[in-house]
């Protein structure tokens, strides 16, 4: 027990030796004070602008107090962290370099800086805001990232940008503007969490990132919501995606991923695409007013679809296929705005299954141009042929249990009101 009492005194020495500098608005005096500050020390800058390039390399805390401006003049990254323990915070940050090559950014968090706490600050038109580049087990955390509208979309920096970081958790920002709102590439165990994108490429970019969460997101116009890429292990679940343009969900071979209780409404092309993705779970989402529903391509095939609710959209499901796929289980299936259905015992089970495709359909989508024969009655006897006698269906998707009423998930409460 004598050690732990020896323990407890040296912390408590080191907690009580530990400074707190006034730092003035002159030039270097980040910089100056950085060099006489020891390792603990809280560094509170005055309010006003502050023309320099900051490197944190020891554990202590910036903190701008909400009314202090870091400006990088356009040079490199404005403030590098290398050292282990730095909390950021209460700044306001701009003016970072215009190189991809070096990834200039609002705030970089180098891979020697173990537990950075980035909390609380603006970024504003740097070309990237945050990069999370190799430092473990960074907290990024209530800050607004607004990145450079003054290049093609392509040509910006993404808003936080993570590689290689095992652990991050990123959490309660807002990102708008610049490519894409976080872009992960190679990475694990990271989550995303109850962050807002707008007016971006892509809201959160996954690439070769396993075992990490999608959470609680919203995505509003951008091109694409939530994009999971070459990745397996990932939990996308309770995002909001309201108008974007391409795709609220994609999965581009993502395996063994679980997609529940997200809210997808308006994306032009499609809710949900998926491109040769296995053995997925999608359960409890919510798909509406988009061009396909969900678009099934490339052999993606063992995705288990039961519980969700497919409302109003132009073409509910998109899914060749010569053999049946069952998309119920248990006695429940999914529900489908366009089935005029049956529930004659009230067990809030449709009596007949639901087929979303014919024939005609899969026609349509490898011969475009008989789009111009879909008012012939050749084309209106064989879908009526096809009704009355499903036997004659090619195969596809089948429901045998759908759901007579839609359940709204609760990520549906956190869509904008402006929205």
């Not at 500050?37 to 602008?49: N, S, Y």
């Amino acid at each position: 027990m004598r050690w732990l009492l020896t323990l407890g005194l040296v912390l408590s020495a080191s907690l009580s030796q530990a400074a707190e500098w006034d730092v003035p608005n002159t030039p270097g005096a980040i910089a100056e004070t950085l060099a006489r500050a020891a390792e603990g020390d809280v560094l509170r800058l005055r309010p006003g602008t502050y023309y320099e390039n900051v490197v944190l390399d020891k554990s202590l805390t910036l903190d701008g107090g909400g009314h202090a401006t870091i400006d990088g003049q356009g040079n490199g990254s404005v403030i590098t962290v290398t050292g282990d323990g730095v909390t950021v915070q209460g700044l306001t940050v701009i003016g970072s370099g215009s190189s991809h090559d070096g990834i200039d950014s609002g705030i970089q968090l180098l891979k020697t800086a173990e537990a950075p706490v980035i909390r609380d600050n603006v970024l504003l038109g740097n070309l990237y805001g945050i990069d999370i580049h190799g430092a473990d087990n960074a907290l990024v955390t209530g800050n607004r990232v607004e990145g450079r509208q003054d290049r093609h979309m392509n040509a910006r920096g993404n808003g936080i940008y993570v590689w290689n970081s095992p652990g991050a958790i990123v959490e309660n920002n807002q990102v708008r503007w610049g490519r894409d709102g976080i872009f992960v590439n190679s990475s694990k165990r990271n989550i995303f969490r109850d962050n807002t994108f707008r007016d971006l490429r892509f809201a959160v970019h996954y690439m070769y990132a396993d075992n990490s969460e999608v959470t609680g997101n919203v995505s509003v116009g951008n091109h694409l919501g939530y994009a999971v890429m070459f990745s397996t292990r990932v939990k996308v679940s309770d995002n909001v995606s309201i108008n974007d343009r391409d795709h609220g969900v994609m999965l581009n071979y993502a395996n063994r991923s679980t997609i529940t209780g997200n809210y997808v409404k308006n994306a032009t092309e499609k809710c949900t695409f998926l491109y040769n993705s296995n053995k997925n779970d999608f359960s409890g989402n919510w798909f509406q007013g988009c061009g396909i529903g969900i678009h099934f391509t490339a052999g993606s095939d063992n995705n288990r679809i039961v519980g969700n609710s497919f409302i109003g959209n132009r073409t509910q499901v998109k899914y060749v296929s010569t053999k049946w796929v069952e998309w119920s289980e248990n006695g429940q299936g999914n529900h489908w705005s366009d089935f005029a259905a049956f529930d004659v015992d009230g067990d809030g089970i449709a009596d007949a299954p639901y087929r979303p495709n014919d024939s005609m359909d899969h026609v349509l989508w490898t011969q475009p141009a008989a789009k111009l024969l879909l008012g012939s009655p050749a084309v209106q006897l064989v879908r009526w042929s096809q009704s009355a006698f499903p036997a004659l269906l090619p195969g596809g998707v089948i429901d045998s249990s759908p759901l007579i009423r839609a359940v709204s998930p609760a990520a549906a409460e956190k869509v904008p009101h402006d929205e």
